[in-house]
Each structure stands twice: as structure tokens, then as C-alpha cells.
């Protein structure tokens, strides 16, 4: 067969890799900016041409490509397209191999390192994977599954291509997200929860704020609130030490509900278990603290990409001045709501804006009633939104980080936001803090 890879990132290597492996006569890689063809293996050609994988008999998508495309569209009526997540999918289910998938808006690469962290406590070895950095065709393909449970963290996009899992899920939360990808807010939904809509009956533990959604989307009777499968004594008996907020001891509920759905006796290894959750840490770029300046924390919440998880990072900080940095590329997300909630906590909370969305939050925050009160300050960069912070934040107080929207109108990505965040930080004189997620 001849195969094709449209979009060499880490899951088009590794979709390059499964081909060459299965002995594919030949493999087409298409992206934007194509590989040097001295750089890849025999048998392999690259272009930036999606006409050139026409005469596939199969072609890899790679998730961040969405297929309401035109092209993609055009390509999926001419040849059999699919995608690297639901390949690797599909053959652990064959396999037998135990699968835990894990998505939701926000939350979701917390909740599945905490489900493999208590199955580990358990005694049950787990694997993490997916979208939260190692393709499922790699864990596949080194055999890192073997003997083991295997959690993946889904994104909207990866769920969107997987219509037959039929393992067990957990959702988190769920808000308007992606909206240039899925179309609309309705198809994000449904392209989120796909993923579950062939698991069997009480097989998906959702949160409580994400259940009347999924309702709309799943068959209710498929879907099991964690109160029913955490014991009491233990949902009471846990402390996230490390991790700030409500929603993140949410997070650890949600995680352990998922345990008990693989058949983890939660009452039995309920100290193991307890303890997993207290020494979990922050994962990078989740309401992190990375550094502190006298007594000033700042706080990288860079993965905070929406409204809705803006609001969580500030009631996880609930109590203590916060300087908010938010902004970036504009997605056409509501912010009104977000606005509504710093004038209502106008005498803890200043605003610091960057551009694109900064400025629709600006105005959105003084447009409503009580935000001119709202300290906020507009303006044109990371440097000068960090230096306009130190110098305005109170003692005692938190700088964060929760842009409310992705990075990519100033940034390769996140990381490299985060990165330039501390950066900045640690050059005004801040020192780095013990265990700091980086």
C-alpha cells in the first residue's frame, strides 16, 4: 500500500514509522513546511503539495489538520483517511490491552497523570500517553503497553476521529473551545464526546459541571458520577498538597472514579491511593508557581486557553492580590463573563492585557457594571505586561500567567510562552522555587 502522512509533527513521525514498519511500498509526507528529503528514510518523499496524496491508498491525518478542510473534505471523498490515535486505538482494543481515555476542555492532562499515578499506587502499572506529549503509535510500536493499563489523554481534535472506542472515559469540563477547527460551538461538542458514543452503559465517569452537556451528546445511562464510585471516607481524606484550587481536588476525584471503573478497589489501597494524590505535583504550565520576587509569586498557567479555565486559576488563588496577564490569539471566544467575574472581585484582582484578545477583555471589563474599578493596564508585549506586573503587584500578591487564549499570534506555542514568561521574571531578580514545574 501506499500510505500517506499529512502533517509531520510528533504524531506524523510517528505515523511515518508505523507505515514503514507495516511495509508500506511507499510514504507521502505533505506539510506546510516540508522536511528535507535528505533527512528522511528510504522509500519516504515529502512535499507541501495535499494534491500529491491523492493516489494514497490510506492517509494519516495528524490532529491538528481539522477535517472540515475543504481539502481535507475533497481528500477523504477520493481515499480512506484516518488517523494515527484511532489506528493505535483500535489495535490495543484488539490487543485486550485495559484503556482509560481522558478529555475534556480544561483539566484533562491533570486528571489522566493522576489516574496513572493512583494506578501505579494501586498496583496496577500504567503508561500515560497521547495528547499529552507521546503519540499512541510510539507507546504501540515500543511495546510500552504491554502488562500495563493505558491512559490517554484525548484532545477535541484526536476524539473527533475516534467513533468506536468502546474501553472506559472520563470527562472533565467542558466550554467553548477550538471553535476555528470544529466550525461551532455544537460541533466542538460533539467531536469532543465522539470518542465515547461506543462505550458501554455506566462506562464514562463525567464531572458534575460537564454532565448536563454530555447528556445531549451521550446516552446518559453510559455516563457515572464519581460520588458513586469513590468511597466517602477517601474523597473526604484527600489532599492535593501541591496542586491549587477546587477543581483540581475535582480533578483527583474525577481521577480516582475513573480507577474504580478499571477495577481498582479503592477501599483496599485507599492509603496508597491518598498518599499518590498528596505528593502529586503541578504538572508545567497548570497553575505552576515558578518563581518569586520578595514576596511576589509568579504563577505559569500558560495551558489556560479559554475563559472558563481563567476563572478556575482565579478561584484557586481566591484570598490574595492577583495581577492577571492575559491575552493572545483570538478565537472569537466570549469574554464578557470572564470581565463580569474581575469586577466582582475588583478590590484582590488587576488586569494586565496583551494583544490580540487583551483588548476585547479591556474594553469588555470597563464596559460592564463595576469593572471601572478594575486596576487593568493595556499593553503591546510580554516584556511590558511583565514589567507593568512587577511593578503594580502588592506584596504578598501572585502575577499570573493565564492568557485565556493560545499564544500562536506571538509564539511557536505555550512552551515557548512560558518560557519567555520566566525568563522576564527571573531577569527582574526573581529567584526560581523548589520543585517548580518547568
Same mark, same amino acid.
Given at each position: 500500500?501506499?500510505?500517506?502522512?499529512? !502533517?509531520?509533527?510528533?504524531?506524523?513521525?510517528?505515523? /511515518?514509522?508505523? $507505515?514503514?514498519?507495516?511495509?508500506?511500498?511507499?510514504?507521502? @509526507?505533505? =506539510? #506546510?513546511?516540508?522536511?528535507?528529503?535528505?533527512?528522511?528514510?528510504?522509500? /519516504?518523499?515529502?512535499?507541501?503539495?495535499?494534491?500529491?496524496?491523492?493516489?494514497? =491508498?490510506?492517509?494519516?491525518? &495528524?490532529?491538528?489538520? #481539522?477535517?472540515?478542510?475543504?481539502?481535507?473534505?475533497?481528500?477523504?471523498?477520493?481515499?480512506?483517511?484516518?488517523?494515527?490515535?484511532?489506528?493505535?486505538?483500535?489495535?490495543?482494543?484488539?490487543?485486550?490491552?485495559?484503556?482509560?481515555?481522558?478529555?475534556?476542555?480544561?483539566?484533562?492532562?491533570?486528571?489522566?497523570?493522576?489516574?496513572?499515578?493512583?494506578?501505579?499506587?494501586? %498496583?496496577?502499572?500504567?503508561?500515560?500517553? %497521547?495528547?499529552?506529549?507521546?503519540?499512541?503509535?510510539?507507546?504501540?510500536?515500543? !511495546?510500552?503497553?504491554?502488562?500495563?493499563?493505558?491512559?490517554?489523554?484525548?484532545? #477535541?481534535?484526536?476524539?473527533?476521529?475516534?467513533? =468506536?472506542?468502546?474501553?472506559?472515559?472520563?470527562?472533565?469540563?467542558?466550554?467553548?473551545?477550538?471553535?476555528?477547527?470544529?466550525?461551532?460551538?455544537?460541533?466542538?461538542?460533539?467531536?469532543?464526546?465522539? /470518542?465515547?458514543?461506543?462505550?458501554?452503559?455506566?462506562? @464514562?465517569?463525567?464531572?458534575?459541571?460537564?454532565?448536563?452537556?454530555?447528556?445531549?451528546?451521550?446516552?446518559? +445511562?453510559?455516563?457515572?458520577?464519581?460520588?458513586?464510585?469513590?468511597?466517602?471516607?477517601?474523597?473526604?481524606?484527600?489532599?492535593?498538597?501541591?496542586?491549587?484550587?477546587?477543581?483540581?481536588?475535582?480533578?483527583?476525584?474525577?481521577?480516582?472514579?475513573?480507577?474504580?471503573?478499571?477495577?481498582?478497589?479503592?477501599? +483496599?489501597?485507599?492509603?496508597?491511593?491518598? +498518599?499518590?494524590?498528596? $505528593?502529586?505535583?503541578?504538572?508545567?504550565?497548570?497553575?505552576?508557581?515558578?518563581?518569586?520576587?520578595?514576596?511576589?509569586?509568579?504563577?505559569?498557567?500558560?495551558?489556560?486557553?479559554?475563559?472558563? #479555565?481563567?476563572?478556575?486559576?482565579?478561584?484557586?488563588?481566591?484570598?490574595?492580590?492577583?495581577?492577571?496577564?492575559?491575552?493572545?490569539?483570538?478565537?472569537?471566544?466570549?469574554?464578557?463573563?470572564? $470581565?463580569?467575574?474581575?469586577?466582582?472581585?475588583? =478590590?484582590?484582582?488587576?488586569?494586565?492585557?496583551?494583544?490580540?484578545?487583551?483588548?476585547?477583555?479591556?474594553?469588555?471589563?470597563?464596559?460592564?457594571?463595576?469593572?471601572?474599578? /478594575?486596576?487593568?493596564?493595556?499593553? +503591546? &508585549?510580554?516584556?511590558?505586561? @511583565?514589567?507593568?506586573?512587577?511593578?503594580?503587584?502588592?506584596? !504578598?500578591?501572585? @502575577?499570573?500567567?493565564?492568557?485565556?487564549?493560545?499564544?500562536?499570534?506571538?509564539?511557536?506555542?505555550?512552551?515557548?510562552?512560558?518560557a519567555r514568561f520566566t525568563e522576564l521574571v527571573l531577569a527582574a531578580g526573581?529567584?526560581?522555587?523548589?520543585? $517548580?514545574?518547568?
Open positions: 500500500m501506499r500510505v500517506g502522512v499529512w !502533517g509531520h509533527g510528533r504524531e506524523g513521525h510517528a505515523a /511515518v514509522r508505523a $507505515a514503514l514498519g507495516a511495509g508500506a511500498a511507499a510514504v507521502a @509526507v505533505v =506539510d #506546510s513546511r516540508p522536511a528535507d528529503p535528505a533527512t528522511l528514510p528510504a522509500g /519516504v518523499t515529502a512535499s507541501g503539495e495535499v494534491a500529491d496524496l491523492a493516489g494514497c =491508498d490510506v492517509v494519516v491525518r &495528524s490532529p491538528g489538520i #481539522s477535517p472540515y478542510r475543504p481539502e481535507a473534505r475533497q481528500l477523504a471523498e477520493r481515499t480512506c483517511v484516518t488517523t494515527g490515535t484511532g489506528i493505535a486505538l483500535a489495535e490495543f482494543a484488539r490487543r485486550a490491552v485495559p484503556t482509560l481515555c481522558v478529555t475534556g476542555t480544561k483539566g484533562k492532562s491533570t486528571t489522566s497523570a493522576l489516574a496513572a499515578a493512583a494506578l501505579e499506587a494501586a %498496583g496496577r502499572p500504567a503508561v500515560h500517553a %497521547g495528547n499529552i506529549g507521546t503519540p499512541l503509535l510510539d507507546v504501540l510500536l515500543d !511495546g510500552a503497553a504491554e502488562g500495563r493499563t493505558l491512559v490517554v489523554e484525548i484532545s #477535541s481534535y484526536q476524539a473527533a476521529a475516534v467513533p =468506536d472506542f468502546a474501553g472506559r472515559g472520563a470527562l472533565t469540563t467542558l466550554a467553548p473551545e477550538h471553535l476555528d477547527w470544529h466550525g461551532d460551538e455544537a460541533t466542538y461538542y460533539r467531536d469532543k464526546l465522539r /470518542v465515547f458514543t461506543a462505550c458501554p452503559p455506566r462506562s @464514562v465517569v463525567v464531572s458534575p459541571q460537564a454532565r448536563p452537556l454530555a447528556e445531549r451528546y451521550l446516552d446518559p +445511562a453510559q455516563l457515572v458520577d464519581p460520588g458513586e464510585l469513590v468511597p466517602a471516607e477517601l474523597a473526604a481524606a484527600l489532599r492535593p498538597e501541591h496542586l491549587l484550587g477546587e477543581h483540581n481536588l475535582g480533578n483527583a476525584r474525577l481521577a480516582l472514579a475513573a480507577c474504580a471503573l478499571l477495577g481498582v478497589d479503592l477501599a +483496599a489501597s485507599a492509603g496508597a491511593v491518598a +498518599a499518590a494524590v498528596g $505528593a502529586f505535583r503541578a504538572l508545567p504550565h497548570r497553575l505552576s508557581p515558578v518563581a518569586r520576587l520578595g514576596d511576589v509569586t509568579f504563577v505559569d498557567d500558560t495551558l489556560s486557553t479559554t475563559p472558563v #479555565s481563567v476563572l478556575a486559576a482565579l478561584d484557586a488563588l481566591a484570598g490574595r492580590p492577583v495581577t492577571l496577564v492575559a491575552g493572545g490569539q483570538d478565537r472569537g471566544l466570549d469574554y464578557t463573563g470572564l $470581565a463580569a467575574a474581575l469586577a466582582a472581585r475588583s =478590590d484582590t484582582v488587576s488586569l494586565v492585557t496583551v494583544p490580540d484578545t487583551g483588548v476585547r477583555l479591556a474594553a469588555d471589563v470597563r464596559r460592564v457594571a463595576g469593572g471601572a474599578a /478594575v486596576a487593568v493596564h493595556e499593553t +503591546a &508585549s510580554l516584556d511590558e505586561a @511583565v514589567a507593568t506586573a512587577i511593578g503594580t503587584t502588592a506584596p !504578598g500578591g501572585v @502575577v499570573l500567567l493565564s492568557p485565556g487564549a493560545p499564544s500562536y499570534n506571538r509564539f511557536r506555542n505555550y512552551e515557548e510562552l512560558a526573581a529567584t526560581v522555587l523548589p520543585g $517548580a514545574a518547568r
